[in-house]
T-cell receptor, first 114, second 113 residues
């Protein structure tokens, strides 16, 4: 079985400051890793994913995440946040074989203040 | 193009009532998932369809929960004799192939009073 732990339920940060949202996972098999974002009153959107290859993955809006197998982590980072990044962020995993049944963490609420 | 749609967006049910939640996946998508998201929690897997076949229903919390996808497109999640603990947002997601990215609908917020 797999599980995901998001260590911070809320992260307040000022605009243009850097941010890191932490995610650790547990699994006895190899996994694929994802970050999803949920803006207020909207559905979940895929932000970025790690399937294989380079352990550093990037999104089109400046976020990046690094897969660290030894630490079983997939932390999300952005060097300079905007007000519009305010949202709920979910880390998720799925076993690398079979279909994409996602196991989510509890979420981290990122609040960007002016 | 159209994304995943769900209806109704909001549903209030009295305890003991039956409810039916509908999901319209993206046209042609093979895989369809249902998740339950309780307040302040991440989504939890309920069930998975590949076309019309329900291949995994391990996440359904009780036999009051039932899902179907009879023609391999629209899916319905039915909850019988609703209880207060069923209050949650129910999310539907679809993907074009078995291992492709999942696209999520906006969810149905169910409140059981």
């Amino acid at each position: 079985a797999q599980s995901v732990t998001q260590l911070d339920s809320q992260v307040p940060v000022f605009e243009e400051a850097p941010v890191e949202l932490r995610c650790n996972y547990s699994s006895s098999v190899s996994v694929y890793l994802f970050w999803y974002v949920q803006y207020p009153n909207q559905g979940l959107q895929l932000l970025l994913k790690y399937l294989s290859g380079s352990t550093l993955v990037e999104s089109i809006n400046g976020f990046e995440a690094e897969f660290n197998k030894s630490q079983t982590s997939f932390h999300l980072r952005k060097p300079s946040v905007h007000i519009s990044d305010t949202a709920e962020y979910f880390c998720a995993v799925t076993p690398s074989g079979g279909y994409n049944k996602l196991i989510f963490g509890a979420g981290t609420r990122l609040a960007v203040h002016p | 193009g159209a994304g995943v749609s769900q209806s109704p967006r909001y549903k209030v049910a009295k305890r003991g009532q039956d409810v039916a939640l509908r999901c319209d996946p993206i046209s042609g998508h093979v895989s369809l998932f249902w998740y339950q998201q309780a307040l302040g929690q991440g989504p939890e897997f309920l069930t998975y369809f590949q076309n019309e076949a329900q291949l995994d229903k391990s996440g359904l919390p009780s036999d009051r929960f039932f899902a179907e996808r009879p023609e391999g497109s629209v899916s319905t999640l039915k909850i019988q004799r609703t209880q207060q603990e069923d209050s949650a947002v129910y999310l539907c997601a679809s993907s074009s192939q078995v291992r492709d990215e999942q696209y999520f609908g906006p969810g149905t917020r169910l409140t059981v009073t």
